[in-house]
């Protein structure tokens, strides 16, 4: 098992920003490709970003281009998400994956590992 804590969720109005954190604990974050999801009540969980282990290279979902960033520090073996002008339809349960995939996918399937996910509620 390889465990993957998320942190950093919570309540935000529309337009603001969170920064979740993704920390690996007993194995070397950079050697995964790591992606996050979302999963909203009644929905499919769905992929929002990832950021790949080899050079490493970034990938973000149409929906959050330009509003999110995918970020490593491998000194705090973390990979970090910050969230910028917040809607309300991010709201979800945001989770990291993690897999040794040489480059990113979308389809949560390809991923091995989980966290057990923190709730992000954007509302006035």
């Known amino acids: 098992q390889v465990p993957l804590v998320e942190s950093g969720g919570g309540l935000v109005q529309p337009g603001g920003s969170l920064r979740l954190s993704c920390v690996a604990s007993?194995?070397?974050?950079?050697?995964?490709?790591i992606g996050w999801f979302r999963q909203a009540p009644g929905k499919e969980r769905e992929w929002v970003s990832c950021?790949?282990?080899?050079?490493?290279?970034?990938y973000y979902a149409d929906s959050v281009q330009g509003r999110f960033t995918i970020s490593r520090d491998n000194a705090k073996n973390t990979v970090s998400l910050q969230m910028n002008n917040l809607k309300p339809e991010d709201t979800a349960v945001y989770y990291c994956a993690a897999d040794p995939l040489l480059d990113c996918t979308v389809v949560p399937g390809d991923y091995a590992y989980w966290g057990q996910g923190t709730q992000v509620t954007v509302s006035s």
């Open positions: 007993g194995f070397t974050a950079n050697a995964y490709t």
């Open positions: 950021i790949s282990k080899s050079d490493p290279k970034t």
